[in-house]
């Protein structure tokens, strides 16, 4: 259970949906973990995650790409 502070911090954020290509251009956890919800929070169907070889592998483990 998060604290009420935390939960109204991240109740603050606001993710945009205007993204059509999302480019990583290396593997720190934090630029991982928000590539997926930017691109499943993007409008536009075809919204593209751009990297290189090995980050790719790292998406794909995830099973959401």
Known sequence: M???????????QVI?????????????YQHMASALPLALAAVDPFCRIACVPEIAAQLRSTNLI
Do not use: G, Q, V, Y
């Open 2 to 12: 998060l604290p009420d502070n935390l939960k109204r911090e991240f109740a603050r």
């Open 16 to 28: 945009p949906t205007d993204a059509n290509l999302i480019l990583i251009t290396h593997s720190h």
